[in-house]
Nanobody, 116 residues
C-alpha cells in the first residue's frame, strides 16, 4: 500500500523558516520523481519543487528559487523541503507527490501559515 505522509507544517512569522518532510512507503522510492506542491483555497495546486531519482535533478518554481531547497534520502525513503525567508504568500497546504512508471501518488498535505 502506497503511503506519503507529510509533516513539519505549522505557523511561522514572515522571514522565518520551516522544514517539511514526507515519509514514503509501498513503492520503489529511489526511482520515482518526488515533488512538493501547494494549494490555497480557490486556486489551482502549483508545483513548488521537484527532485528526480537518479541522477538527482532539482527544479523550482520561480517564486521559491533561492529560498526553498528540496532534498531526498533514498535510504530513509524521505523527501524534505527546507523553506527559508517565508512570506505570507507562501501560506498554503503543501502536498508531497510521487511520480513514476505512469503512476502518481499524493499525500494528504500539511498546512503552512505565514503571518505576523
Amino acid at each position: 500500500q502506497v503511503q506519503l505522509v507529510e509533516s513539519g507544517g505549522g505557523s511561522v512569522q514572515p522571514g522565518g523558516s520551516l522544514r517539511l518532510s514526507c515519509a514514503a512507503s509501498g513503492f520503489h522510492f529511489d526511482t520515482y520523481t518526488m515533488s512538493w506542491h501547494r494549494q490555497v483555497p480557490g486556486k489551482e495546486r502549483e508545483l513548488v519543487a521537484s527532485i528526480t531519482g537518479k541522477p538527482l535533478v532539482e527544479n523550482y518554481a520561480e517564486s521559491v528559487k533561492g529560498r526553498f531547497t528540496i532534498s531526498r534520502d533514498n535510504q530513509k525513503k524521505m523527501v524534505s523541503l527546507q523553506m527559508n525567508s517565508l512570506t505570507p504568500e507562501d501560506t498554503a497546504v503543501y502536498y508531497c507527490k510521487a511520480v513514476g512508471y505512469g503512476l502518481h501518488y499524493w499525500g494528504k498535505g500539511t498546512l503552512v501559515s505565514v503571518s505576523t
